[in-house]
Nanobody, 121 residues
Framework: QVQLVESGGGLVQAGGSLRLSCAASGLTFSTYAMGWFRQAPGKEREFVAVITWSGNTDYADSVKGRFTILRDNAKNTVHLQMNSLKVEDTAVYYC???????????????WGQGTQVTISS
């Protein structure tokens, strides 16, 4: 059974930083692309960042230069380092796993339960 467990969310002021983590189990982690999506109130879930099994990355335009996705295949974990946070980054952040690089949330195989990130002005 695949499990993705996020941690690291919280409340920070605009301009601050947060580091999200996702611990994966029940899958051959090193063969999966891992990603982060987010969903703000009243909005659809959207792509944030993805990292392939080999370490290639892609980011949504809205977070490029501010967010960094990292993976540790030895520990089955993926992280999202978020810097220069903005109020509009407020959302529930979800960890995602898929054998392919999937940017459309409709096609993601596995999801975590989500972690709330709130940015205050």
């Amino acid at each position: 059974q695949v499990q993705l467990v996020e941690s690291g969310g919280g409340l920070v002021q605009a301009g601050g930083s947060l580091r999200l983590s996702c611990a994966a189990s029940g899958l051959t982690f090193s063969t999966y692309a891992m990603g982060w999506f987010r969903q703000a109130p009243g909005k659809e879930r959207e792509f944030v960042a993805v990292i392939t099994w080999s370490g290639n990355t892609d980011y949504a335009d809205s977070v490029k230069g501010r967010f960094t996705i990292l993976r540790d295949n030895a520990k089955n974990t993926v992280h999202l380092q978020m810097n220069s946070l903005k109020v509009e980054d407020t959302a529930v952040y979800y960890c995602a796993a898929d054998p392919l690089v999937v940017l459309n949330p409709l096609y993601v195989d596995y999801w975590g339960q989500g972690t709330q990130v709130t940015i205050s002005s």
